[in-house]
């Protein structure tokens, strides 16, 4: 069962774009949504989270917006960058259980000059 | 440095043959787990520990052990892999019960079961 799906799966930005990635979850109980960047030949890594209490966080160029109702998150790189070409999971978790995360099925994001 | 270090990175090997993928940390974290990538379907747990002796399956564990005898160490063990298990594992490590400790993932290891 996948109980986080995102899209789309790959996504082709022109450098200044902005990219957007999309993320729905099912399961309510889930109140940790980070988001992780992973660089070829790389481990992922974390790049922003956001708990339900706020629809929005940002840090730099990147910004995540919640929609608790809708049960759905997004994430937004502002200005995309070539640097930014990456692959992106978004994932869920339980404040209860907080190493133990599901994560989406990744979008592979190419930034072109 | 803070990491957390898996071998071998590349591993090549035949239907049936036992093998091990090593993972170590040395940031003292009690909480390690295994994940397997695979194109389409993300990063998926397969196993994970809260600490020494405490394992646990997470959402894809068939055909896969681990043991944790030590804090640092979290070895995945394939006893008869098969060519379905050919993926891109990682290892991630993060500190238990501190809210928003991110995962720190080992760099991968890439397994191919012919």
């Known amino acids: 069962q996948q109980q986080v799906k995102q899209s789309p799966q790959s996504l082709i930005v022109q450098k200044g774009g902005i990219s957007i990635i999309n993320c729905a979850y099912e399961?309510?109980?889930?109140?940790?949504f980070p988001w992780y960047q992973q660089f070829p030949g790389k481990g992922p890594a974390l790049l922003i989270a956001?708990?339900?209490?706020?629809s929005e966080k940002k840090e730099g160029r990147f910004t995540i917006s919640f929609n608790k109702s809708a049960k759905q998150f997004s994430l937004h790189i502002m200005d995309s960058q070539p640097g930014d070409s990456a692959t992106y999971f978004c994932a869920a978790s339980m404040t209860a259980s907080y190493g133990k995360l599901t994560f989406g099925q990744g979008t592979i994001l190419t930034v072109h000059p | 440095e803070a990491q957390v270090t898996q071998n071998p990175r590349y591993l090549i090997t035949v239907t049936g043959k036992k093998l091990t993928v090593t993972c170590s940390q040395n940031?003292?974290?009690?909480?390690m787990s295994w994940y397997r990538q695979d194109p389409g379907l993300g990063l998926r747990q397969i196993y994970y520990s809260m600490n020494v002796e405490v394992t646990d399956k997470g959402d894809v564990p068939e055909g896969y052990k681990v043991s944790r005898k030590e804090k640092r160490n979290f070895p995945l063990i394939l006893e008869s892999p098969s060519p379905n298990q050919t993926s891109l594992y990682f290892c991630?490590?993060?500190?238990?019960?501190?809210?928003?400790?991110?995962?720190?993932f080992g760099n991968g290891t890439r397994l191919t079961v012919t």
């Open positions: 991630a490590s993060s500190p238990w019960g501190q809210e928003s400790s991110p995962l720190h």
């Open positions: 399961n309510t109980a889930f109140d940790y």
């Open positions: 956001i708990r339900p209490d706020v």
């Open positions: 940031m003292n974290h009690e909480y």
